[in-house]
């Protein structure tokens, strides 16, 4: 019952990111229960990952399907983990004030997507392998769901960075207007003050106490410079404030032109990473094989099978 419990609390999760995703960001943003969320998305993505590699290994053999289950998730795990520090120093440098686990939070989600869409796939995947034999036509199938589930993951990704990420300023913005009020409570104060002042002046000239009057006038003095200290003191807040949202608002462009650029990053490396465990699918007539030798990489293969079709070579 116990298992059964964890196993839901799991899938509640996920659930609760594909349902709402925008109170599930939010969470996160707050840090609120992360470690949690961390957990059961590892779980859940790690699953679906496995069931769509065991059926395309099963293209092949038994072996393959229990390796390729493994590969698959081992694959979008570990290129997560080699890009993720990138990510959050270099966020980190240009004033980012998130955690290492809400970063490692936000890139799982995205990981949790293309695994859920890469199960809501398997099936014409699955189909598709039993009703032909060509093992060409099967490959740029998969590799088809790879690229468009890939891509709506990315994109999910970066809106993700930009809800969590993004919305820093919020808090200086949040203090700039508790001072602001603050400011305006002692500036009603003073006017309060003021008009006691000149009741109290009105009141000594008609009595015609002249060291009353004298008094008073001193306080008026120190009223008037204690609003001269007041006026500048609100100016210099503001020029603070303005500094503080400026220099925050270049930050926040140049975070969000670093998400950018590290998903590149996170797809040159994910790519490479999956030549480099392959095979997935294995080919047909061949042993079982669980890691083929290095052959370069695969953006070199890439241009020696487009020289080797034009002719080039």
Same mark, same amino acid.
Not at 13 to 21: G, M, N, V, Y
Not at 70 to 75: D, G, M, Q, R
Not at 227 to 235: A, C, L, N, V, Y
């Given at each position: 019952?116990?298992?059964?419990?964890k196993?839901?609390?799991y +899938?509640?999760t996920?659930? !609760?990111?594909?349902?709402d995703?925008?109170?599930f960001?939010?969470?996160?943003?707050?840090?609120?229960?992360?470690? !949690?969320?961390i957990? !059961?998305?590892?779980v859940?993505?790690?699953?679906f990952?496995?069931?769509?590699g065991?059926?395309i290994?099963?293209?092949?053999?038994?072996?393959?399907?229990l390796?390729?289950?493994?590969?698959?998730?081992?694959?979008?795990?570990?290129?997560l983990?080699?890009?993720?520090?990138?990510?959050?120093f270099?966020n980190?440098i240009?004033?980012?004030?998130?955690?290492?686990?809400?970063f490692?939070?936000?890139?799982?989600?995205?990981?949790s997507?293309?695994?859920?869409l890469l199960f809501?796939?398997?099936s014409? !995947?699955?189909? +598709?392998m039993?009703?032909t034999?060509?093992?060409?036509?099967i490959?740029?199938?998969?590799?088809i769901i790879?690229?468009?589930?890939?891509?709506?993951?990315v994109s999910f990704?970066?809106?993700a960075?930009n809800?969590v990420?993004e919305? *820093?300023?919020?808090?200086?913005? #949040?203090?700039?207007?508790?001072?602001?009020?603050?400011y305006?409570?002692?500036q009603?104060?003073?006017q309060?003050? #003021?008009?006691?002042? *000149?009741?109290?002046?009105e009141q000594n000239?008609?009595?015609?106490?002249?060291?009353?009057? #004298?008094q008073?006038?001193d306080?008026e003095?120190?009223?008037?410079?204690?609003?001269d +200290?007041i006026?500048?003191?609100k *100016?210099d807040?503001?020029?603070n404030?303005?500094?503080?949202?400026?220099?925050d608002?270049?930050?926040?462009k140049?975070?969000?032109?670093?998400?950018?650029?590290?998903?590149?990053?996170?797809?040159?490396?994910?790519?490479?990473l999956g030549?480099?465990?392959?095979?997935?699918?294995g080919t047909?007539?061949s042993?079982f094989?669980?890691?083929r030798e290095? *052959?370069?990489?695969?953006?070199?293969s890439?241009i020696?099978s487009l020289?080797?079709?034009?002719?080039?070579?």
């Amino acid at each position: 019952m116990q298992q059964k419990s964890k196993g839901i609390k799991y +899938f509640g999760t996920l659930t !609760s990111l594909l349902r709402d995703r925008d109170s599930f960001l939010e969470e996160v943003k707050e840090g609120v229960r992360l470690p !949690s969320k961390i957990i !059961s998305l590892l779980v859940c993505s790690s699953l679906f990952l496995s069931i769509y590699g065991a059926i395309i290994g099963a293209y092949h053999s038994w072996m393959q399907a229990l390796s390729s289950a493994v590969k698959l998730p081992v694959l979008y795990l570990i290129t997560l983990l080699i890009c993720l520090p990138t990510l959050f120093f270099a966020n980190i440098i240009f004033g980012s004030k998130r955690t290492f686990g809400q970063f490692f939070a936000i890139v799982l989600t995205a990981v949790s997507i293309t695994s859920v869409l890469l199960f809501s796939f398997a099936s014409i !995947s699955l189909f +598709f392998m039993i009703s032909t034999n060509h093992y060409q036509f099967i490959i740029l199938i998969n590799v088809i769901i790879f690229s468009i589930t890939g891509f709506i993951g990315v994109s999910f990704l970066s809106k993700a960075a930009n809800v969590v990420l993004e919305q *820093e300023p919020d808090k200086i913005r #949040e203090k700039s207007l508790e001072d602001n009020l603050e400011y305006k409570l002692e500036q009603n104060q003073e006017q309060n003050r #003021e008009q006691n002042l *000149e009741y109290k002046l009105e009141q000594n000239l008609e009595q015609n106490q002249e060291y009353n009057l #004298e008094q008073n006038l001193d306080k008026e003095s120190e009223i008037l410079i204690e609003q001269d +200290f007041i006026k500048f003191s609100k *100016e210099d807040l503001q020029d603070n404030s303005k500094h503080k949202l400026n220099k925050d608002d270049n930050g926040s462009k140049i975070r969000q032109k670093i998400v950018k650029y590290w998903l590149f990053l996170y797809a040159f490396v994910g790519i490479q990473l999956g030549w480099s465990l392959r095979p997935f699918f294995g080919t047909p007539g061949s042993p079982f094989q669980l890691f083929r030798e290095r *052959e370069g990489n695969i953006y070199v293969s890439i241009i020696q099978s487009l020289a080797y079709l034009l002719g080039i070579r």
